[in-house]
Structure formats: C-alpha cells, structure tokens
C-alpha cells in the first residue's frame, strides 16, 4: 500500500519560516519524480515547486528565491523549506509521486497558515 505522509504545516506569522516533509512508504522513492503542491481556500490546486528523481528541480514564479525543495532518498522523504511566508501563501499543502510507468500518488496534505 503505497503512502504519502506530509507534515510540518501550521501557523505562522509573515515573514516566517516553515518546513514541510512528506515520507513515502510503499514506492520504490528514488525512481520517483517528487513534488509539492498547494490549494488556497476557494481556488484550483497549483504547483509549487518540483524535484525529478535525478534531482532537477524546478518552482512556480511565485516561490522563487523563498522556498526550497529536496529530498532524502536514504529516508524516502521530501521536504520543502518555505521563508519568508506571506499570506497569499496560504493553503493546503500536497506531496504527490510520480513515475511512468509506475503511477501517480497523492498525500492527504497539511495546512499552511500565514497570519498575523
């Protein structure tokens, strides 16, 4: 049974810094292109910021240069370091796996907020 399990999310003032981890179970982890995602109350699931299996990462225009994704292959989890949080960001937070072949894998995701 594959699992995705993320974590880390919470409350937290403008300007301020979270991580998040997401530990998979059930994949084989390194052959799985990783990424994060948000849904803001009231709007569509966006991405946020992706890592491949190879490393290669790539982050929506609106997170660069404040978050960071990367991942721990040894421990099967992925993490996304968020500073500098503003309120737009905002949301649940979803880890999703990914391989072709081999399937696509959501978590149940964990909740951001940024207020002050």
């Known amino acids: 049974q594959v699992q995705l399990v993320e974590s880390g999310g919470g409350l937290v003032q403008p300007g301020g810094s979270l991580r998040l981890s997401c530990a998979a179970s059930?994949?084989?982890?390194?052959?799985?292109?990783m990424g994060w995602y948000r849904q803001p109350p009231g709007k569509q699931r966006e991405s946020v910021a992706v890592?491949?299996?190879?490393?290669?990462?790539d982050y929506a225009d609106s997170v660069k240069g404040r978050f960071t994704i990367s991942r721990d292959n040894a421990k099967n989890t992925v993490y996304l370091q968020m500073n500098n949080l503003k309120p737009e960001d905002t949301a649940v937070y979803l880890c999703?796996?990914?391989?072709?072949?081999?399937?696509?894998?959501w978590g149940q995701g964990t909740q951001v907020t940024v207020s002050s």
């Open positions: 999703r796996g990914a391989r072709v072949p081999g399937g696509e894998y």
């Open positions: 890592i491949t299996s190879g490393g290669r990462t």
């Open positions: 059930g994949i084989i982890f390194r052959m799985y292109d």
